[in-house]
């Protein structure tokens, strides 16, 4: 424990906050302003396309593979945890309410980077027996033409997702049914590595399933309940949203010097747990993106974009509201799930602690069956050797079960600080390779503007090579 303690210490996750800080904001405005402000001009096209595909994955039961909308939820999924609930609780308890505006800006700019690398993925995506796998670290070798990079990332990717952030997500799920009921957390760690395991190791197919049910019946319960709070304290919202823009620019906390830490500790607070929670230009979502089925790199990476919004904009602002509104940040003995349950048991009453502990059962859950999804497709980038998945899967089973009894300081630590790395090698890749994306987005628009229901052939793009899934024109027009 004392080598862990050193290895994600102060010093470590300060520094890649930092790098993270410059390169996130800097390549989100540069996404956002070289894709012509895709993530708002075209955000009535993402919902058209999200609603298309629902339908389609519940008309086609029969079809192979996995939908646009599956592959949404999936990636939504592994979005939608602990740091919505848990991670902008421990925001707010340590930077204040400003970490909340903090949190919007690198969605609203993270959103640029999120089309990007979806897009990518999509593209450079592979067969994989009935259905398809991809992310960075096979953009890396296909297009960059840089396997060592792709290992790096798989690695780092495995390590942070399969097993890292899954143990943050058993450990907030514990901490929550001790509250909630009384349960010691080994028992809830030893039930959740029992069920994890059922579902790891049916592949993508069950994964898939799992998050498709469960995804949108969490969020909708969730930000419902949010909701009523709203109502019920609507007299205070205008007070409510002073306080989030002051408290960002450290006006609170007077003049000076004073002012400087508070908007510090706002923006890296809002910063990391934003980027923890909704993932934009980590590298994650694009595995996810690449598995689904569209006639069109762009579709994906535009639906996977909407996840960005849904997960930061709704959600963690439903946790947010109703953490500030309760006053419970300021009680220095709360932090977590623990602070967000109070809040949320102040303002409706006690039964929000079971509440609160479900949701974060279905929250957390759904995250560690996304979060595994990930390793898997770049375990299997790194070696088509089936004893590394069963490993692999061991592995996440009992990290799962060493998460829910560990000290939560440490493992969020842990988490920060394999983000960070993981995120940073993400980001100069898809610097490198943005041009394919914007190429992509304007032969689609084109597409659409002539009345087209956009298909995407390799020749759309001249000298793109190494492509596997996608046809070129002239060999489509000859079938």
Not at 124 to 144: F, I, W
Not at 157 to 168: H, K, M
Not at 238 to 245: E, N
Request: charged letters at 15%; aromatic letters at 12%; glycine letters at 10%.
């Amino acid at each position: 424990m004392d080598f862990l303690n050193k290895v994600v210490g102060a010093g470590n996750t300060l520094l890649w906050s930092y790098v993270l800080i410059y390169m996130l904001i800097g390549l989100g405005l540069y996404f956002t302003v070289k894709t012509k402000f895709v993530q708002f001009r075209l955000f009535g096209e993402m919902f058209r396309l999200l609603t298309e595909g629902a339908s389609k994955s519940v008309t086609n039961k029969e079809k192979k593979g996995v939908s646009s909308f599956q592959a949404f939820c999936i990636s939504t999924a592994s979005r939608v945890g602990t740091g919505n609930l848990a991670g902008v609780a421990i925001a707010i308890s340590i930077g204040g309410p400003g970490a909340v505006f903090w949190m919007w800006v690198i969605a609203l700019i993270g959103a640029g980077s999120s089309f990007v690398e979806s897009t990518l993925a999509q593209i450079y995506k592979v067969k994989d027996r009935d259905s398809y796998r991809g992310g960075p670290a096979y953009y890396m070798e296909k297009a960059l033409n840089m396997r060592w990079m792709g290992i790096l990332f798989s690695i780092l990717i495995t390590l942070c997702f399969g097993l890292v952030f899954n143990a943050a997500q058993s450990n907030t799920i514990s901490l929550a049914f001790e509250q909630a009921f009384g349960l010691q957390r080994w028992m809830v760690g030893l039930g959740l590595m029992i069920l994890t395991a059922i579902i790891i190791f049916g592949g993508v197919k069950r994964i898939a399933k799992v998050a498709e049910a469960i995804v949108p019946v969490m969020a909708i319960a969730y930000v419902l309940v949010a909701a009523f709070v709203l109502i019920k304290n609507a007299a205070q919202i205008p007070s409510l949203l002073a306080l989030i823009f002051s408290s960002a620019f450290g006006v609170k906390a007077a003049v000076g010097g004073a002012a400087g830490i508070a908007m510090k500790q706002a923006l890296m607070q809002g910063i990391k747990r934003g980027l923890f929670s909704n993932e934009a230009g980590m590298g994650s979502a694009p595995n996810a993106a690449a598995t689904a089925e569209v006639t069109h790199p762009v579709k994906q990476g535009l639906i996977q974009t909407l996840g960005v919004f849904t997960d930061t904009l709704l959600i963690c602002s439903a946790t947010a509201f109703v953490v500030i509104l309760s006053g419970a940040y300021t009680n220095g003995d709360l932090t977590g799930i623990q602070l967000t349950q109070t809040a949320l048991s102040s303002q409706v009453g006690p039964w929000a602690n079971t509440f609160i502990a479900v949701c974060i059962l279905l929250f957390a859950f759904s995250s560690i069956i996304g979060n595994y999804y990930y390793g898997e497709s770049n375990i299997e980038f790194m070696s088509g050797n089936k004893t590394w998945l069963l490993v692999y899967r061991v592995a996440v089973s009992l990290m799962v079960l060493w998460g829910s009894i560990s000290s939560i300081q440490i493992v969020w630590d842990m988490a920060d600080l394999f983000m960070g790395m993981m995120a940073v090698t993400n980001l100069i890749a898809i610097a490198m390779l943005g041009k394919i994306a914007f190429a992509a987005l304007k032969d689609y628009v084109d597409q659409k503007n002539a009345g087209k229901d956009p298909v995407f052939y390799v020749d759309n793009i001249p000298g793109l090579t190494n492509v596997e899934c996608w046809e070129e024109r002239k060999k489509s027009m000859k079938l």
